[in-house]
């Protein structure tokens, strides 16, 4: 809790058995209520992973899709009251240790909204981000910029 709000992370996997661990670990438990994963349809080790670590995750049984699964994520923290959500990708293309940076930014009124940057803030290609994903997301990021006469990242 911060400020008197119950934060909640949500971890939207997809076959994150070997960096489950590591992304928990750095989670700051003093400041994270709710920790929710939702596995969609894994083909590894994910859910008896997260089970060996504490977690009681949500599985779907077909691939609802990246999209599909953040809405089951962010329906589970919200059942369990969570007044701010920060998803991390249980992948490690970034790191946990910014969840109580960011949700301090919003239990103080400072912002509604955070979102965080794995282009700007390291090297997402070294850090494990597919080149074919890293090029898609700088060019789709130009377009936007173009198309609205601002500079997002």
């Known amino acids: 809790m911060i400020n008197g709000r119950r934060v909640g992370v949500v971890l939207p996997a997809y076959n994150a058995a070997?960096?489950?661990?590591?992304?928990?670990?750095?989670?700051?438990?003093?400041?994270?209520?709710?920790?929710?994963?939702?596995?969609?349809?894994?083909?590894?080790?994910?859910?008896?992973?997260a089970r060996e670590l504490g977690l009681e995750p949500i599985s779907h049984e077909l691939n609802v899709g990246y999209g599909g699964n953040q809405k089951t994520c962010y329906r589970r923290v919200l059942e369990l009251g969570a007044d701010i959500i920060v998803m991390v990708h249980p992948d490690y293309?970034?790191?946990?240790?910014?969840?109580?940076?960011?949700?301090?930014?919003?239990?103080?009124?400072?912002?509604?909204l955070v979102l965080g940057s794995r282009i700007l803030a390291q090297n997402s290609v070294a850090r494990g981000m597919p080149r074919y994903k890293y090029v898609a997301n700088r060019f789709l990021t130009l377009v936007e910029n173009i198309f609205l006469r601002q500079k997002t990242v």
């Open 93 to 112: 293309q970034y790191s946990p240790l910014l969840v109580p940076a960011m949700a301090s930014m919003i239990a103080y009124g400072e912002y509604d």
């Open 18 to 49: 070997a960096t489950l661990a590591r992304t928990l670990a750095e989670l700051d438990r003093d400041v994270i209520d709710e920790i929710v994963l939702v596995d969609d349809a894994s083909t590894d080790q994910t859910v008896p992973v």
